[in-house]
């Protein structure tokens, strides 16, 4: 999910907690939002809060890793973020000997700091308003009535042809990201920094860190340490730069200071992060489709899946925490799908949906225009065509592509030009390919009767929503050939297929054929969900766009 510096604002009251509506933009606080910041609370101006022109704690609050925010407290580049944030690096770190989920860490130098591979850090350097460039773009484009004005992939071109046109210095770390907002009413230009060398500095363990874990997760209040540290690193002058001992902690330009003197009942309180993305402006089919597509598949499926999981965690150390950061990462939007379907019924969100659209249409028609009628009917057949197809992608994606580590086999495609070209460099060369994606495969997948028992779990709970005559194709195989025993299916792919382990690879690679990958069970499974995402992809083509 992609994620944008936004900021949301709330004071603490004797009895409640009282938030302001909505996320405000940063770029917008000084016209929009400085006078109520002021009236509930704000002491500092609103220019150290966010200034476009100079240092303010805008710089300060970090985007950490793919989706969650970081806040640098200290001039040396330490980061302070939540342990679920930090939950993969220390099960990155973590094995059976130093089991850092369980036992935390402190690094007391920063020799034993750990580096992270995989791990980013980015600041946000700039935020522009270039709603008045995209809209000329647009008007150049030769589909004016398509969908470029919400398209990722033509922002990003005409992100490019801005900062070229700005003459905005672009290194090998930064990154651009156009982001159309209020629907394509306005458009900002972020500037990023990306810094790679990020290492682990401390972590809680996991009885302080993941206290309440999943059941007090999405809940209020929580009481856990849910944070962990992290050090940002870079070359010798200060430029974000891939890891290297000779590397040295980041001299920051600001950073946050922490306050020992505590909170007051009614102190003024903000938030600044990276909160994602919000649904403020759906209709209520929208909502209701969202509750019984992408909810109900999330908390069903997802919910069988770690069932299995925990069972296995719970009796083997090593597969407890080879899969803590999966187990984790699912549970998240598990229980956040189950928290969010009841708090949709229990605040009448559906009914209150339907009051607020039918003032919105019945101002239409006190203006005597019908477009307000046109295009809410039109979001509703849109909502009514896609939701079969949407249903089906949903059950595919919870239960055969997220669920299964083991559908991460490597691609066969190359081999399989080579055999027909029967060429024997190419063949070669293939092979070697082919080796070193197997070795990486086989290096995350450890544990595959625990991968046996998910596949078996999951096939028979996609069955268990899927009418027979719209499963993906690979049931006709399962149906004909194993007289609809999954388990014996899978079974038989994990005894039998190329993938199914190192030793069946080994002996494959040795004498590979078109005939031992166009019948491998393992292979034609992978295909069968990569055809069923396609097909719901196409019956959902026209309305997406």
């Known amino acids: ?103 935390g860490f402190w690094a007391m130098n920063r020799e034993a700091e750990l580096p992270t591979p ?4 980015t600041y946000i350097d700039r935020i522009l308003d270039v709603t008045d460039y995209v809209t000329e773009q647009l008007k150049k484009d030769p589909d004016p009535e398509g969908v470029n004005y919400l398209s990722p992939s033509y922002l990003s071109k005409v992100a490019k042809r801005f900062a070229k046109a700005e003459n905005i210095e672009i290194t090998p770390a930064t990154k651009l990201e156009l982001k159309a907002f209020y629907g394509g009413n306005k458009y900002y230009m972020f500037i990023k920094t990306v810094y790679s060398d990020i290492r682990m500095v401390g972590a809680p363990p996991s009885s302080i860190g993941k206290f309440g874990a999943d059941t007090d997760n999405w809940m209020w209040p929580r009481h856990t340490g849910d944070f ?57 089919d929208e909502v209701e489709e969202r509750m019984q597509t992408t909810n109900f598949m999330r908390q069903h499926v997802r919910g069988a899946r770690q069932k299995v999981l925990m069972d296995q965690m719970l009796k083997d150390p090593a597969v407890r925490i080879h899969y803590a950061s999966k187990y984790a990462s699912s549970a998240n939007y598990w229980k956040n799908a189950i928290g969010m379907n009841e708090g949709l019924v229990r605040l009448n969100v559906l009914d209150t949906k339907r009051a607020q659209q039918e003032e919105l249409l019945a101002r239409g028609r006190e203006k005597g225009d019908d477009s307000y009628q ?3 009917d ?49 063949i070669k060369e293939a092979k070697l390919n082919l ?6 495969y086989f290096a995350n997948v450890p544990f595959p009767e625990v991968e046996k028992m998910v596949g078996k779990e999951m096939l028979k709970t996609y069955v268990k929503y899927i009418p027979a005559e719209q499963r993906i194709n690979i049931f006709e195989i399962i149906n004909s050939r194993f007289k609809g025993n999954i388990d014996a299916f899978v079974d038989e792919c994990f005894e039998h297929s190329i993938f199914g382990s190192p030793q069946n690879f080994e002996k494959f690679i040795k004498k590979p054929s078109l005939y031992k990958i166009g019948y491998d069970w393992m292979v034609l499974f992978k295909y069968s969900i990569t055809d069923g995402i396609l097909k719901t992809a196409i019956a959902m083509k026209e309305a997406n766009q």
């Open 228 to 284: 962990s540290l992290f050090r940002i690193y870079a070359d010798k002058d200060g430029k974000p730069a891939a890891y290297s001992k000779d590397n040295v902690p980041l001299k920051v330009k600001k950073h946050l200071t922490i306050s020992l003197a505590g909170v007051q009942e009614g102190d003024f309180t903000f938030v600044m992060g990276f909160p994602g993305r919000n649904w403020r402006y759906m209709i209520s």
């Open 378 to 426: 039109e979001i509703r057949s849109i909502v009514a065509h896609r939701r079969d197809a949407l249903y089906h992608q949903q059950a595919i994606n919870e239960a055969l592509v997220t669920a299964l580590d083991f559908m991460r086999i490597p691609s066969t495609m190359e081999m399989v030009a080579a055999l027909k070209s029967k060429d024997k460099e190419k």
């Open 1 to 103: 999910m992609r994620k944008q510096i936004l900021f949301t604002i709330f004071s603490l009251a004797t009895l409640s907690i009282h938030a302001d509506e909505g996320m405000w933009m940063l770029t917008d606080l000084k016209t929009q939002n400085a006078v109520a910041m002021r009236e509930l609370g704000l002491e500092i101006p609103v220019e150290e809060v966010y200034n476009a022109n100079g240092l303010s704690l805008k710089d300060a609050v970090v985007h950490f890793g793919g989706g969650c925010t970081g806040e640098v407290i200290s001039s040396e580049g330490l980061v302070l973020t939540n342990h679920h944030c930090g939950y993969g690096a220390i099960q990155q770190h973590s094995n059976v000997e130093h089991d850092y989920l369980t036992e």
């Open 118 to 121: 995989g791990l980013t850090v």
């Open 374 to 376: 046109k295009a809410f």
């Open 435 to 440: 080796k070193k994606e197997a070795d990486k």
